[in-house]
């Protein structure tokens, strides 16, 4: 089964605090993926990975930066901690011969 | 990619079978329909995905119909782990891109 981990389940910040959300998957994925949720907005993506040290702009980028150094791990980094960063953040990952993707388990992430 | 509207909400029995439908209308020829699901506070799980044929696994059956313009995601025998927000969504295969998920449908198995 493919498996992919985030580094938390619940994270609580401080506003203009540097954060760190982490993910890695077991299955050899060549693209990972960054979203977040909230409600009424749906999935919205922040970045993409297609390879190591390659990385995409999604919609929402601002605020955020990524960083993949090894083809299993795929960091999201918020500079400066917003309140309105709150929110479920879930990363996924995907081998680039199929679209399916799969989920971690989401950092809910409370920016105060 | 093509929208997919789908019932907001569904109940099903323990024990029956839950079927979940979906409309595609506008789907074109070389998207998939895919099927995710969500449980509360948890990160989407993929299920299934099919073209244009039947599809099966361990978790449930896809019926798409002949003309590709809807689909019906079931479960055969569902349980009470199974209520979650099941997504369905039509992705074209190619090269990396986000998933859209709509506000899908909310089942909830009822004992």
């Known amino acids: 089964d493919v498996k992919v981990t985030q580094s938390s389940r619940y994270l609580v910040k401080r506003t203009g605090e540097k954060v760190f959300l982490e993910c890695v998957q077991d299955?050899?994925?060549?693209?990972m993926f960054w979203y977040r949720q909230d409600p009424g907005l749906g999935l919205r993506l922040i970045y993409f990975?297609?390879?190591?040290?390659?990385?995409e702009k999604g919609d929402i980028p601002e605020g955020y930066s990524v960083s993949r150094e090894k083809k299993e791990r795929f960091s999201l980094i918020l500079e400066s901690a917003s309140t309105n960063q709150t929110s479920m953040y879930l990363c996924?990952?995907?081998?680039?011969?199929?679209?399916?993707?799969?989920f971690g388990p989401g950092t809910r992430l409370t920016v105060l | 990619d093509a929208k997919t509207t789908q019932p907001p909400s569904m109940d099903c029995a323990e024990g029956r079978a839950a079927n979940l439908p979906c409309n595609h209308s506008?789907?074109?020829?070389?998207?998939?329909v895919y099927w995710y699901r969500q449980i509360h506070s948890q990160g989407p799980q993929y299920i299934i995905h099919g073209l244009k044929n039947n599809e099966t696994n361990e978790m449930a059956s896809l019926i798409i119909t002949e003309d590709r313009k809807s689909s019906t995601l079931i479960l055969p025998h569902a349980t009470l782990r199974d209520t979650a927000v099941y997504y369905c969504i039509v992705v074209y295969l190619g090269s990396a891109r986000q998933l859209t998920f709509g506000s899908g449908t909310q089942l909830t198995v009822l004992p």
């Open positions: 299955m050899d994925h060549e693209n």
């Open positions: 996924a990952s995907e081998t680039s011969s199929t679209d399916t993707q799969y």
């Open positions: 990975s297609y390879d190591v040290k390659m990385k």
């Open positions: 506008t789907i074109s020829g070389n998207e998939y």
